[in-house]
């Protein structure tokens, strides 16, 4: 089981996420955002996106994390949405998309 990372916000549109195994990666908030996995940005069902990128702003900032069990982080969006939870897997499926190659950080 993927133990939970740590979260680090700075600066305010970028969250930092490092894992215990020494991975870190780096999002752009609004990246973030764009990948919640709740009911009201994600159709439960077909998985379709349900979620206008048109309608989350360019600095878009994270305001607050909080960790969920040892399963999952909920991060507070400056747009005021707060209802994803953003699993383990999630979160290191999205940071592994994010790196590029080696050497990124
Ligand atoms: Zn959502």
Redesign the pocket.
Known sequence: MARPPTIAIGPPDVVNVRWSDGASHRHRARDLRLA???A??IHEITRRPL?DPATIPADLACLDSTRIGNYATRFLWSDG?S??LYTNDLLRRLGAATASGPGTG
């Open positions: 919640c996995p709740c009201h940005c979620l949405h209802s994803g």
